[in-house]
Antibody, heavy 121, light 110 residues
Framework: QVQLQESGPGLVKPSETLSLTCAVS?????????WGWIRQPPGKGLEWIGS???????YYNASLKSRVTISVDTSKNQFSLRLSSVTAADTAVYYC??????????????WGQGTLVTVSS | QSALTQPASVSGSPGQSITISCTGT?????????VSWYQQHPGKAPKLMIY???KRPSGVSYRFSGSKSGNTASLTISGLQAEDEADYYC??????????FGTGTKVTVL
């Protein structure tokens, strides 16, 4: 069974960098899927942040691209998110999820439980 | 990319059918048959209910069905049950390896 688990600080100061890691178990991150980050501000909708392939290929939401870096560590079967220069608007539950960019794989089929990150001084 | 437009809320009585719309543009919903739908209960992660517009993952009830016409995708829940009360989000592939989610719809079972 594929399982994803987010981890990282729950509180980040304004202007600093948010860093989260998603550990994948029950499935090799190198098996051919993409791995994405999605966030949800409190009481609001979902927003795709970006995705990465095991080779390091990345795709980002244009609205966040200048501040986002997603990386992968295949030896640890995990991938990470860094979001710089955060403001209160970046306060959200951050999810990691599996998907693909080929036939039959475009949907987000496995999700982590999510982790709340609050931006506050 | 702007979020796909969904009604803020939809309600129905047990046993009834409801339909949630998801309106995008010719650059996302209209260009690809790659809309997925997610159910989210309070405090929980989203759960995949429909993919590629109308396909159900293993384990998802047959009461959930999806369709698309032009720039609008739809999710229909038939035989509404109390457990269906949740938030629902559509998501479309938007080209150039990007995605856009819908604004979300709160389903209330009366």
């Amino acid at each position: 069974q594929v399982q994803l688990q987010e981890s990282g600080p729950g509180l980040v100061k304004p202007s600093e960098t948010l860093s989260l890691t998603c550990a994948v178990s029950g499935y090799s991150i190198s098996s051919g899927n993409f791995w994405g980050w999605i966030r949800q501000p409190p009481g609001k909708g979902l927003e795709w942040i970006g995705s990465i392939y095991h080779s390091g290929i990345t795709y980002y939401n244009a609205s966040l691209k200048s501040r986002v870096t997603i990386s992968v560590d295949t030896s640890k079967n995990q991938f990470s998110l860094r979001l710089s220069s955060v403001t209160a608007a970046d306060t959200a539950v951050y999810y990691c999820a599996r998907h693909g960019f080929s036939s039959g794989l475009y949907q987000f089929d496995y999700w982590g439980q999510g982790t709340l990150v609050t931006v506050s001084s | 990319q702007s979020a796909l437009t969904q009604p803020a809320s939809v309600s129905g009585s047990p046993g009834q059918s409801i339909t949630i719309s998801c309106t995008g543009t010719s650059s996302d919903v209209g260009s690809y048959n790659l809309v997925s739908w997610y159910q989210q209960h309070p405090g929980k992660a989203p759960k995949l209910m429909i993919y590629e517009g109308s396909k159900r993952p293993s384990g998802v009830s047959y009461r959930f069905s999806g369709s698309k016409s032009g720039n609008t995708a739809s999710l229909t829940i038939s035989g509404l049950q109390a457990e269906d009360e949740a938030d629902y989000y559509c998501c479309s592939y938007a080209g150039s390896s990007t995605y856009v989610f819908g604004t979300g719809t709160k389903v209330t079972v009366l």
